[in-house]
T-cell receptor
Framework: DAGVTQSPTHLIKTRGQQVTLRCSPI?????VSWYQQVLGQGPQFIFQ???????GRGNFPDRFSARQFPNYSSELNVNALLLGDSALYLC???????????FGSGTRLTVV | GENVEQHPSTLSVQEGDSAVIKCTYS??????FPWYKQELGKRPQLIID?????GEKKDQRIAVTLNKTAKHFSLHITETQPEDSAVYFC??????????????FGRGTQLTVWP
């Protein structure tokens, strides 16, 4: 049984560019959440999608957007990249909104 | 929203000793508290969790205790082994309003177990 899969695993982008990160949840899980983890800190909540609707948004600028598809996979988009966006982006899937969160291996984004 | 504080930030123990990591949270509505272990370059892995209807939960060498009145919870690792070396994160799950479904993480504890 596959876990949470994220792609790509690593990415290098230039300031001002745009990036799309992808996440496939565990089969049967309907909730996908995105977290940003800066080196040396705990993950910070960005978005949660449940049943294809946005259910929460953290304190991130409008440059960050996301969506969930009918098959419950999700994409995170970041526009106008800044150096400070360099981080590990983690996707977590869960059966519902309030339990059972499993993290993917993340996408390491480096902005130069 | 919820605020989670975690201590200590670093912890070094001798193999076989016990390790304790403590966390406090601010929102009394929080009812679910997971602990994650993150090895260098890898994803956070859930190692144990507790809900507020219990005060303690054990899984082999790992235990978590919860004091809802004081709003703190702790991770206890007994008979530590070098492979326990990692960063450990505590978290609290938001349960109401705009916090619903969000995990609020502590800043992490770097545990080093010396052979």
């Amino acid at each position: 049984d596959a876990g949470v899969t994220q792609s790509p695993t690593h990415l290098i982008k230039t300031r001002g560019q745009q990036v799309t990160l992808r996440c496939s949840p565990i089969s049967g899980h309907k909730s996908v959440s995105w977290y940003q983890q800066v080196l040396g800190q705990g993950p910070q909540f960005i978005f949660q999608y449940y049943e294809k609707e946005e259910r929460g948004r953290g304190n991130f600028p409008d440059r960050f957007s996301a969506r969930q598809f009918p098959n419950y996979s999700s994409e995170l988009n970041v526009n106008a990249l800044l150096l400070g966006d360099s981080a590990l982006y983690l996707c977590a899937s869960s059966p519902g909104q309030t339990y059972g969160y499993t993290f993917g291996s993340g996408t390491r984004l480096t902005v130069v | 929203g919820e605020n989670v504080e975690q201590h200590p930030s670093t912890l070094s123990v001798q193999e076989g000793d016990s390790a304790v990591i403590k966390c406090t949270y601010s929102d009394s509505a929080s009812n679910y508290f997971p602990w994650y272990k993150q090895e260098l370059g890898k994803r956070p892995q859930l190692i144990i969790d507790i809900r507020s209807n219990v005060g303690e939960k054990k899984d082999q060498r790992i235990a978590v205790t919860l004091n809802k009145t004081a709003k703190h919870f702790s991770l206890h690792i007994t008979e530590t082994q070098p492979e326990d070396s990692a960063v450990y994160f505590c978290a609290a799950l938001g349960e109401r309003g705009s916090t619903l479904g969000r995990l609020y993480f502590g800043r992490g504890t770097q545990l080093t177990v010396w052979p």
